[in-house]
């Protein structure tokens, strides 16, 4: 889309069906793998590394008759059985896609043709209108029912079937669906999420500034919720396409200081390191001032995450001293201690008993009476603030329990009164698939953030290794994987574990791993902004993946404009506002147009995905769904490139306005086309 001509991200609600070792990937080969072991690094805190089943009720009251009773159901549940059909012309293949069903626009159902009419019977919600289209011979252009006279505005300049709402006796009843999020609702596939890293992002209240002497980069910086709030009310989130927000930890951290293993010493500044959980972080703000934040983001269209630590407290936390049976001994049961990494292993039954250093106590969830207090007090944070979500830290060192009961309870307690689906994310650190899928599903998590898809991306894309199919052939694998495709996962490029994205895209990359920590120039030689363009165009390509794929895409702050930085803590210098550099202001704008693109395109959120075609260099794909197809045509290489086996026909480019003819396009140097019928 062009600059002049982008269209403001507003997503209408539509109704639709700690960091530690990463272990061996599952995934390509080709791509370097982490070391499996490492030590805990206290400087990243803990971090280095609806719902309810539906179904018949019984029938009371009545004789029987030897035959089963019929089924009972509330009406939002039952269902019709609806005969599609359409005269047989010669077509190869016809399909109906629709309203029926939460993927019915995406996967549709297939007509089977008996030689003069193409027919299918889907079930239809009860008395409830469904809006569909015929896709022939599987091609991009989708037609109205020519035997239906009922038609309404598709709002992309043309029009849907309508079938009138439809009653039926006898009626099926389904169960109500995981995660399909009901009318009213907020769908979390529509999420475009920012990173908000509260201390280095904006001072807001300079009155609760306060250091405790550890060096600068390592110390509070001044950052608040007063200054997220200026911003959100400025509109700086809105104009860069974001919906949601991800806040850091907002519980009471200590006031000490702690030792990292690379011999520095560390504030709480990133609230991994709490003490009084009941209580705000004195250098964020006030109770008073967070709920003024939530609300300033719902005035403005914003959700809002808490970021959530489950894992342990800081050993000078009361609630570690009054009940020291709530957590796991550092007693690794053999004469030393159970610091991960150390006495203990990162993973097993160690992992979830480990402490991440020597002053953080481990919480035992195993013990029911600490489960209670934990998941008591995160739903309390809910209550208080008025969040829309959790960002759950480090979950795989926790027992599967305390999800399971979390989830239970915001089903029972928060969602009842919210109207809305309240979304969790978690954070496994790892290129271990079936690590990541473990805590996914109805009972646990919506989804994890996806470090395999970050890791494989970084490396075909950023640094240009391997090729191009073979990050098709990742994302052919990855795109219904997690919880059978059901998970809202969360996309990135960037986030506070790893350094910044930026000096990977460099012609040059500083590291010649994408698992690198980074922490070889965290203190000195710090890297500083590159020069020229080509760096930018790689994060920006990076990027546009991101926004025209599924999943919830994740901006960490800074990375809008390509901030440089090392490892911890180099990659959270405080928020750059201005004086940016060419590249930096072009990467910018190019981040809020997809903003507006994605906005525009239901498709690229929760559309079907098709590979089209993939070389050494350059990888096309289509985003197929409620009554639309946006082809995305990739080119990683320094040089313009031929991207073939789109789509026969004349298509825009929503990224420059150009309009360009297929089967096959240009496709200039470090950058994509996101092709749309005009």
């Known amino acids: 889309m062009s600059r002049s001509h982008r269209i403001l991200p507003v997503l209408s609600i539509l109704w639709v069906g700690c960091t530690d070792p990463p272990l061996m990937s599952e995934t390509t080969?080709?791509?370097?793998?982490?070391?499996?072991?490492?030590?805990?690094?206290?400087?990243?805190?803990?971090?280095?590394?609806?719902?309810?089943?539906?179904?018949?009720?019984?029938?009371?009251?009545?004789?029987?008759?030897?035959?089963?009773?019929?089924?009972?159901?509330?009406?939002?549940?039952?269902?019709?059985?609806?005969?599609?059909?359409?005269?047989?012309?010669?077509?190869?293949?016809?399909?109906?896609?629709?309203?029926?069903?939460?993927?019915?626009?995406?996967?549709?159902?297939?007509?089977?043709?008996?030689g003069t009419t193409w027919r299918v019977t889907v079930t239809v919600p009860w008395d409830t209108p469904v809006q569909y289209k015929l896709r022939i011979d599987g091609s991009?252009?989708?037609?109205?029912?020519?035997?239906?006279?009922?038609?309404?505005?598709?709002?992309?300049?043309?029009?849907?079937?309508?079938?009138?709402?439809?009653?039926?006796?006898?009626?099926?009843?389904?169960?109500?669906?995981?995660?399909?999020?009901?009318?009213?609702?907020?769908?979390?596939?529509?999420?475009?999420?920012?990173?908000?890293?509260?201390?280095?992002?904006?001072?807001?209240?300079?009155?609760?500034?306060?250091?405790?002497?550890?060096?600068?980069?390592?110390?509070?910086?001044?950052?608040?919720?007063?200054g997220v709030t200026a911003k959100i009310e400025e509109g700086y989130f809105t104009e860069l396409g974001i919906n949601t927000l991800w806040l850091t930890v907002p519980m009471n951290n200590t006031s000490d200081d702690g030792l990292g293993t690379d011999g520095h010493l560390y504030s709480a500044y990133h609230g991994y390191w709490p003490t009084d959980l009941t209580q705000t972080e004195e250098h964020f703000g006030t109770l008073a001032e967070l709920q003024a934040l939530v609300a300033a983001a719902h005035t403005a269209d914003l959700k809002v995450i808490l970021d959530y630590a489950m894992n342990h407290v800081h050993i000078s936390?009361?609630?570690?001293?009054?009940?020291?049976?709530?957590?796991?001994?550092?007693?690794?049961?053999?004469?030393?201690?159970?610091?991960?990494?150390?006495?203990?292993?990162?993973?097993?039954?160690?992992?979830?008993?480990?402490?991440?250093?020597?002053?953080?106590?481990?919480?035992?969830?195993?013990?029911q009476a600490a489960r209670d207090f934990s998941v008591d007090n995160a739903i309390q944070w809910i209550m208080d603030t008025g969040a829309d979500g959790f960002r759950l830290d480090a979950v795989k060192h926790i027992k599967i329990e305390w999800l399971t009961d979390l989830r239970a309870r915001v089903q029972a307690d928060v969602e009842p009164m919210s109207g809305q689906h309240f979304y969790m994310v978690g954070e496994t650190f790892t290129g271990d698939k079936p690590t990541i899928n473990k805590?996914?599903?109805?009972?646990?998590?919506?989804?994890?953030?996806?470090?395999?898809?970050?890791?494989?991306?970084?490396?075909?894309?950023?640094?240009?290794?391997?090729?191009?199919?073979?990050?098709?052939?990742?994302?052919?694998?990855?795109?219904?994987?997690?919880?059978?495709?059901?998970?809202?996962?969360?996309?990135?490029?960037?986030?506070?574990d790893i350094p910044r994205a930026i000096h990977l895209a460099e012609d040059s990359p500083l590291w010649n791993n994408q698992w690198a920590d980074g922490k070889d120039r965290a203190w000195d030689n710090k890297p500083g902004l590159p020069g020229g363009a080509a760096a930018f165009e790689r994060l920006g390509l990076s990027f546009t993946?991101?926004?025209?794929?599924?999943?919830?895409?994740?901006?960490?702050?800074?990375?809008?404009?390509?901030?440089?930085?090392?490892?911890?803590?180099?990659?959270?210098?405080?928020?750059?506002?201005?004086?940016?550099?060419?590249?930096?202001?072009?990467l910018l704008g190019h981040i809020q147009d997809l903003g507006a693109i994605r906005a525009a395109h239901p498709a690229l959120r929760r559309g079907s995905y098709t590979r089209l075609g993939a070389d050494a260099d350059s990888f096309a794909y289509s985003m197929s769904g409620e009554g639309e197809t946006v082809t995305v045509a990739v080119n990683r290489s320094d040089a313009d490139k031929s991207v073939g086996n789109l789509p026969a026909m004349t298509l825009k480019d929503e990224l420059t306005g150009e309009m360009v003819e297929g089967p096959m396009v240009t496709v200039p140097a470090r950058s994509a086309r996101i092709l749309v019928a005009p």
């Open 439 to 496: 805590y996914v599903g109805c009972d646990k998590l919506d989804g994890q953030f996806d470090f395999p898809l970050r890791m494989q991306m970084a490396y075909n894309v950023l640094m240009r290794q391997g090729s191009m199919g073979e990050l098709a052939d990742f994302y052919d694998a990855n795109n219904n994987y997690y919880n059978g495709g059901a998970a809202v996962m969360s996309t990135f490029i960037g986030n506070h």
């Open 317 to 367: 936390a009361p609630v570690y001293a009054d009940n020291p049976d709530w957590f796991n001994p550092n007693d690794n049961g053999s004469g030393g201690n159970c610091v991960c990494g150390a006495g203990c292993s990162w993973d097993g039954a160690d992992g979830e008993r480990c402490w991440f250093t020597d002053y953080l106590p481990d919480f035992n969830f195993g013990n």
């Open 140 to 226: 991009m252009s989708w037609i109205p029912d020519p035997n239906n006279p009922e038609q309404i505005d598709d709002g992309f300049g043309g029009y849907n079937s309508v079938l009138e709402p439809k009653t039926c006796d006898p009626f099926t009843c389904e169960a109500a669906s995981c995660g399909a999020p009901q009318e009213g609702q907020f769908d979390w596939r529509d999420a475009v999420i920012y990173f908000v890293f509260v201390d280095r992002f904006n001072n807001g209240d300079p009155g609760n500034d306060a250091l405790i002497g550890v060096e600068t980069a390592a110390d509070w910086q001044g950052g608040d919720w007063a």
């Open 29 to 114: 080969d080709s791509v370097t793998m982490p070391p499996s072991t490492m030590p805990y690094d206290p400087s990243q805190g803990g971090n280095v590394t609806g719902y309810a089943t539906g179904g018949p009720e019984p029938t009371t009251g009545e004789p029987t008759t030897g035959e089963p009773p019929p089924p009972m159901c509330d009406d939002a549940l039952k269902r019709c059985d609806h005969e599609f059909t359409y005269p047989d012309n010669g077509e190869t293949s016809v399909d109906v896609m629709g309203s029926f069903a939460p993927d019915g626009w995406t996967k549709g159902a297939a007509m089977k043709s008996d």
């Open 545 to 586: 993946m991101l926004y025209t794929s599924l999943g919830a895409p994740l901006v960490y702050y800074g990375d809008e404009v390509g901030m440089p930085g090392a490892g911890d803590p180099d990659n959270r210098r405080f928020m750059q506002w201005d004086g940016y550099s060419a590249g930096q202001t072009w």
